[in-house]
């Protein structure tokens, strides 16, 4: 997009604190502004693009120690590298952390985490052109600074388990991830996934488990979005049952015109339509036509699909770039104005167009942060932790101490301190003197990737917390 700071600004900074019912007012008509101040631009450069499922930092990890070795700062052979980025137009990028079950929950969550890990050191070697972005706010600031905003999400919730899934994903949240499909595919203690069985090969029944439910209450709460792609109908269904948020679905196809079960039926797009969600077109030709070769129109067509039977409003794009092989025409990510172009061909105004490249996924975005209970914002205290091991740092020992120092004036105490490592949450000890907040591992540490928290509760009621992934080099 190559809109002016200033226009992005004006644009978004209308976003926070709106009513729902006056949303689209106040996304759209910035929009039209712009459009008339800057109408020779092609609509694809007009529009807030967002792809709602990329997959490159697979492809980022060393396959053997899981650590970040590809900077996609070079120019590399996937679909999506920092060159491609700036070509294709997206601005918004949901970045997934990809995770099939690999047996056990231990290594699952090191998985995910490597992944997450490996989203956080590509953003900090391209600072100049990309930024973490873990709200609405973040993404406003990120693109009035020209940058394109980098959103994590999950997909394959199988690092949760009955012991860990509240203060497991309450970790996430302070990692930033923003949405979390609870399968690939493979059941899981979440609820059943599209293939229906499990990695093992048992076939599996039922939807959304009691702790699937749970997860997707506490997701409401903090305001991070379900996922729904990859489930089974069955756990669909439930979802749409217990949630009090929109959902997406980042990346399916419509099971009318290709019959998979990654698809989704017309009584789901409607049950999607009455939630106020979106379906996020994938671009895997798999998902796409019958024989499994599809071209650009074969996307389109799934749009068109969508939007004749539940409107404009609750379809995007979800390519699966770096994930799935791509239609004959599009050979990466800089296609993405093709796309475009052909919705222009099939007479979709540039309103219409927006919606679909961008606003209709950050109009979710928004219902789900006003749901939330959570404020975005960092906390007003003035209080702060300094741990000794930062995002990515590595620990030799596998039976660590974790330490950090609590910094704050006198007007504040400390009353309760907590560890929270991998979603166990263990008593800390606290020195008053010092002021340092300590907790040694006693059960060894196995994995490569851990997740650490801090938890401070102080007598004016705040609770200031600092989360970060560790890697175990040993």
């Known amino acids: 997009m190559n809109l002016s700071s200033i226009l992005l600004w004006g644009m978004l900074s209308i976003l926070p604190g709106i009513n729902n019912a006056d949303i689209w007012e106040h996304i759209i008509k910035p929009f039209q502004l712009i459009h008339e101040i800057q109408e020779e631009q092609p609509v694809h450069e007009q529009s807030i693009v967002v792809d709602s499922h990329i997959d490159t930092m697979m492809n980022v990890l060393d396959e053997n120690t899981w650590l970040p070795?590809?900077?996609?700062?070079?120019?590399?052979?996937?679909?999506?590298?920092?060159?491609?980025?700036?070509?294709?137009?997206?601005?918004?990028?949901?970045?997934?952390?990809?995770?099939?079950?690999?047996?056990?929950?231990?290594?699952?969550?090191?998985?995910?985490?490597?992944?997450?890990?490996?989203?956080?050191?590509?953003?900090?070697?391209n600072q100049e052109s990309m930024t973490i972005s873990t709200s609405l706010d973040e993404i406003k600031d990120t693109l009035a600074n020209d940058k394109i905003a980098i959103v994590p999400t999950i997909e394959g919730g199988y690092s949760f388990s009955q012991e860990n899934s509240i203060e497991l994903v309450q970790q996430y949240k302070d990692l930033g991830i923003k949405a979390i499909g609870f399968n690939w595919n493979y059941s899981n203690i979440l609820g059943e996934g599209a293939d229906e069985v499990y990695l093992d090969g048992r076939s599996s029944s039922g939807g959304l488990t009691t702790t699937g439910e749970e997860l997707v209450q506490?997701?409401?709460?903090?305001?991070?979005?379900?996922?729904?792609?990859?489930?089974?109908?069955?756990?669909?269904?439930?979802?749409?049952?217990?949630?009090?948020?929109?959902?997406?679905?980042?990346?399916?196809?419509?099971?009318?015109?290709?019959?998979?079960?990654?698809?989704?039926?017309?009584e789901q797009l409607q049950a999607i339509k009455e939630n106020n969600g979106v379906v996020g077109i994938v671009f895997y030709p798999v998902f796409l036509s019958e024989n499994n070769q599809a071209t650009i129109n074969d996307i389109v067509d799934h749009i068109d699909y969508v939007v004749d039977l539940i409107g404009i409003d609750h379809v995007a794009i979800g390519s699966d770039f770096d994930g799935a092989d791509l239609p004959s025409d599009m050979k990466d990510s800089t296609d993405l104005p093709l796309l475009t172009k052909e919705l222009e061909n099939r007479g979709y105004s540039d309103e219409d167009i927006r919606k679909i490249l961008g606003e209709n996924s950050l109009r979710v975005m928004k219902e789900a942060e006003e749901i939330s209970e959570v404020e975005n914002a960092s906390s007003s205290s003035t209080a702060k932790i300094v741990p000794e091991y930062q995002m990515g740092d590595h620990i030799k020992s596998s039976t660590p101490t974790f330490k950090a120092t609590i910094e704050k004036d006198d007007s504040a105490q400390v009353e309760d301190v907590t560890m929270i490592i991998d979603g166990q949450k263990y008593n800390a000890e606290y020195d008053e003197n010092s002021l340092e907040v300590s907790h040694t591992v006693k059960e060894k540490l196995t994995e490569y990737y851990h997740v650490v928290t801090f938890e401070v509760l102080l007598d004016n009621g705040d609770t200031i917390r600092d989360t970060a992934i560790v890697y175990l080099n040993n």
């Open 69 to 125: 070795t590809l900077d996609i700062a070079e120019s590399t052979s996937l679909h999506i590298d920092m060159q491609k980025l700036k070509e294709s137009g997206i601005d918004v990028g949901y970045f997934a952390a990809f995770t099939t079950d690999y047996g056990y929950t231990e290594r699952n969550l090191s998985r995910t985490l490597a992944l997450i890990n490996a989203l956080y050191w590509t953003a900090e070697n």
């Open 218 to 266: 506490e997701m409401n709460r903090l305001g991070m979005i379900v996922d729904v792609s990859h489930m089974s109908r069955d756990t669909f269904w439930d979802v749409i049952e217990t949630t009090e948020a929109p959902i997406m679905a980042t990346h399916s196809g419509v099971e009318e015109l290709r019959s998979h079960q990654r698809n989704l039926t017309d």
